[in-house]
Nanobody
Framework: QVQLVESGGGLVQPGGSLRLSCAAS????????IGWFRQAPGKEREGVLC????????YLTDAVKGRFTISRDRAKNTAYLQMNSLEPDDTAVYYC?????????????????WGQGTQVTVSS
């Protein structure tokens, strides 16, 4: 069964850090690009960061440049989103998604498998 499971979300104060994990089962992430998306209440789902099949990194929103990074551990079949200097505007449900396409994309239509999401709340 193909599955993506996110974890690592929670409540954090402004300026804090979180690391989200995206664990894949039923398939290997080696041949997939991985995108992190987020959706705040009342807003559309937006792309945050993407790592391509060749490990090229693309920021899908300028709002997180210099604060968030993406990586993958091929041995653990897991991707990560490291979030530093968190701000209240980062509050959202965060999703990881994958597809076998080359390159990166911020379009949700170009991803096939999605996780269930993990809530990140930034508040004092």
């Amino acid at each position: 069964q193909v599955q993506l499971v996110e974890s690592g979300g929670g409540l954090v104060q402004p300026g804090g850090s979180l690391r989200l994990s995206c664990a894949a089962s039923g398939f290997t992430l080696d041949y997939y690009r991985i995108g992190w998306f987020r959706q705040a209440p009342g807003k559309e789902r937006e792309g945050v960061l993407c790592i391509s099949r060749g490990d090229g990194i693309t920021y899908l929103t300028d709002a997180v440049k210099g604060r968030f990074t993406i990586s993958r551990d091929r041995a653990k079949n897991t991707a990560y989103l490291q979030m530093n200097s968190l701000e209240p505007d980062d509050t959202a449900v965060y999703y990881c998604a994958t597809s076998r396409n080359y390159g990166c994309s911020g379009s949700t239509r170009e991803y096939v498998y999605w996780g269930q999401g993990t809530q990140v709340t930034v508040s004092s």
